[in-house]
């Protein structure tokens, strides 16, 4: 069975800096590329970065780029995206999932196989 478990959010001043995390068990990590979504309340799920197999590629909303990186480690089956420089419209629900999609980095929602439960985010001002 395949399990995402997702941790590390909390709440933050804005300008501050959190760290997720993404474990992942039950199929071979290092066939699937990983993304971090988010959902702010009332509105859809977004995409935030993702990170290819070998973790050599990377792409990132232009919402967060310059502010958030992502990360994996294969031999820990962990994916991570490190978020500084925190806004209060970074407040959301973050998601992590996986997708053996072979275009490579994908964006979109429907490509994904795999979600983790998400873990809240909060940004005070």
């Known amino acids: 069975q395949v399990q995402l478990v997702t941790s590390g959010g909390g709440l933050v001043q804005a300008g501050g800096s959190l760290r997720l995390s993404c474990v992942v068990s039950?199929?071979?990590?290092?066939?699937?590329?990983v993304g971090w979504f988010r959902q702010a309340p009332g509105k859809e799920r977004e995409f935030v970065a993702v990170?290819?197999?070998?973790?050599?590629?990377?792409d990132y909303a232009d919402s967060v780029k310059g502010r958030f990186t992502i990360s994996r480690d294969n031999a820990k089956n962990t994916a991570r995206l490190q978020m500084n420089k925190m806004k209060p419209e970074d407040t959301a629900a973050y998601y992590c999932?996986?997708?053996?999609w072979g275009g490579g980095c994908s964006r979109a929602r429907s490509d994904y196989d795999y979600w983790g439960q998400g873990t809240q985010v909060t940004v005070s001002s």
């Open positions: 999932a996986a997708t053996a």
């Open positions: 039950g199929y071979s990590f290092n066939n699937y590329a």
């Open positions: 990170i290819s197999r070998s973790g050599g590629t990377t």
